[in-house]
């Protein structure tokens, strides 16, 4: 299918040197762009239908299987956030 679009200036721009950045026609690029936004739109649509239990049941399942006890994973989340927090502090 052939599709032709007006672009603003800037918005021209950026794609061509996007493209130019992958080594890539601007033609290509627009296509994996617009792939890649309808793909994400699709995953959102899909995600937005489940419940949030539905989303987070794969990590609850991993927490089951873990065998760690609800204070264990929390002393791992607060560990993993400190530490991170430590290094972002030392960017700084």
């Not at 296509?31 to 539905?54: D, G, P, T």
Request: charged share 35%.
């Amino acid at each position: 299918m052939t599709v032709t679009l007006e672009l603003e200036p800037e918005v021209e721009l950026t794609a061509t040197k996007q493209a130019e950045e992958q080594g890539l026609p601007l033609d290509k690029y627009v296509e994996i762009v617009v792939k890649e936004a309808v793909n994400q739109r699709q995953r959102v649509k899909q995600l937005a239908q489940k419940s949030f239990r539905e989303i987070l049941a794969p990590i609850h399942q991993g927490f089951k299987e873990s065998g760690l006890t609800e204070d264990e994973i929390m002393q791992k989340f607060e560990k993993a956030r400190e530490d991170v927090w430590q290094e972002k502090q030392k960017s700084e």
